[in-house]
């Protein structure tokens, strides 16, 4: 099961109305969308990059008359698979309990099994990354995408053990990561690491920025954009994006200070300027939710400018986000 985080607030800020087409950006287990579809008479399209939520689309579809559909999709590729122009576009960002509790995901050192990390099921596993990547490039994904102070030590232990044996399961990288940095409290030494693979292997914070970008041109004027962050890493996304597109001008780089003389379109009001948090009673209920984050915003009727995509690669860039989150 995955508890939907901060539901009454996100049904709030979705203004659902009767006969809306909505995007559930994240389907997961589709808390969201039941939630929109029992609410109102309205059409929801769930995306998901991780067929394993077919069933659950599948029931669905079923229980609300075929008001439901999933589409197997990034949700950055929402503005190129013909979507119509739509009322709202929710993203959950993250992964869902169903993908961490499976051992055979190996998304967690709390469950032995495969590292492999990958929401969908293409692309380069954690046993890929930790088996060939250079030593820069992993101090840099712990660095970047965990947080982590012990970069280095992690990455040297990790280069010592691969030359001595395949790193091939979640309890072998769990291993290493503990016997090198120790435990210290009761957060596991391995947090941080597996956050960062998670975030490297799935290109998540990539995917979040071009997610906003793409949610940008599949809204209707007056429709609502909401994003569910889950860490610092995301929210600074987010909030940076809306304060961009908002009319504020932000430096995404000081190193690329002619970023600044870019001219924003205001594509989007705050619907709030403040971030939501979750009430004290879902955080008793869920402590997982004690950092999630809910911002959102209204979309103008203004055409987002073109050369705003040139950011792009500049934003998700790790050397770029080096210096963005230093
Ligand atoms: C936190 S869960 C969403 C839970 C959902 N709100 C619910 O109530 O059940 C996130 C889901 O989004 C999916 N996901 C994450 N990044 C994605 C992306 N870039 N494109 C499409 N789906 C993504 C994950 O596979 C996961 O199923």
């Known amino acids: 099961m995955h508890y939907p985080v901060m539901l009454p607030e996100v049904i709030a800020a979705m203004d659902l109305k009767d006969s809306g087409l909505y995007v559930d950006a994240t389907f997961g287990n589709g808390g969201y969308s039941e939630a929109f579809l029992s609410a109102k008479m309205c059409n929801v399209i769930g995306l998901d990059r991780d067929p394993n939520v077919y069933n659950r689309a599948e029931e669905l579809s079923v229980k609300y008359n075929n008001r439901f559909s999933l589409i197997e999709t990034k949700f950055s590729e929402m ?22 509790d499976r051992a055979d995901r190996g998304f967690s050192f709390m469950r032995s099994g495969p590292l ?11 046993a ?28 040297d232990a990790i280069i010592s053990s691969r030359q001595a044996k395949y790193i091939g399961t979640t309890a072998d990288l769990a291993t290493i990561i503990e016997k090198t940095l120790g435990r210290n409290g009761k957060i596991h030494p391995a947090t941080r690491i597996f956050q960062a693979l998670r975030i490297f292997i799935n290109d998540e914070l990539g995917e979040l920025y071009k997610g906003l970008c793409a949610a940008e041109r599949v809204l209707k004027p007056g429709g609502r954009l909401l994003v569910v962050t889950f860490h610092s890493l995301e929210d600074r996304i987010v909030k940076s994006f809306l304060r961009r597109r908002t009319g504020g001008m932000v430096s995404v780089s000081r190193y690329v200070p002619e970023q600044k003389k870019v001219a924003n379109v205001q ?10 948090k979750p009430q004290k009673d879902e955080i008793k209920e869920n402590p997982r939710s004690r950092s999630a984050k809910l ?13 705003d995509d ?3 690669p500049d934003v998700i860039g790790l050397d770029e986000m080096e210096n963005y989150y230093e």
């Open 116 to 126: 492999d990390m990958r929401m969908s099921t293409s692309g380069a596993s954690a």
């Open 295 to 307: 911002r959102y915003a209204i979309r103008t009727d203004k055409t987002p400018l073109k050369a």
């Open 267 to 276: 594509t989007f009001i705050d619907g709030k300027r403040s971030v939501i």
């Open 128 to 155: 890929d990354a930790v088996n060939l990547l250079p030593y820069d490039d992993l101090v840099k994904i712990f660095k970047v995408y965990g947080e982590e102070k012990h970069s280095r030590r992690a990455a």
């Open 310 to 312: 040139r950011l792009l």
């Open 79 to 100: 503005d190129r698979i013909d979507l119509p122009m739509v009322d709202a576009v929710v993203m959950d960002i993250g992964v869902s309990s169903m993908q961490i």
